[in-house]
Nanobody, 127 residues
């Protein structure tokens, strides 16, 4: 059974930083692309960042490019999201997700490319 568990969320002031972690189990983690999505109150879930199985290629939403960094440690089955220069509009529940396999590469920014999701972690940025 595949499980993804996010941690590291919390309350931070605008301009601050947080580091989210996602611990994965139940599949050969190093074989799959991974992603982070977020959902703000009253809004659709949106893509934030993604990373290939090797960590060699990363993808970012325009809204977070230059402020967020996705990384992974395959030895620890963990993917990270370092969030700097946080803004109130970054407030959302952040979800970790695991890619479906080779088809993930066709559209890593879309939800359908992922088949497992964590329960999410709340990030609140105060102004």
């Amino acid at each position: 059974q595949v499980q993804l568990v996010e941690s590291g969320g919390g309350l931070v002031q605008a301009g601050g930083s947080l580091r989210l972690s996602c611990a994965a189990s139940g599949r050969t983690f190093s074989m799959y692309g991974m992603g982070w999505f977020r959902q703000a109150p009253g809004k659709e879930r949106e893509f934030v960042a993604a990373i290939t199985w090797s960590g060699g290629t990363t993808y970012y939403a325009d809204s977070v490019k230059g402020r967020f960094t996705i990384s992974r440690d395959n030895a620890k089955n963990t993917v990270y999201l370092q969030m700097n220069s946080l803004k109130p509009e970054d407030t959302a529940i952040y979800f970790c997700s695991s890619g479906r396999g080779p088809s993930w590469y066709l559209a890593p920014r879309t939800e359908y490319a992922y088949d497992y999701w964590g329960p999410g972690t709340q990030v609140t940025v105060s102004s």
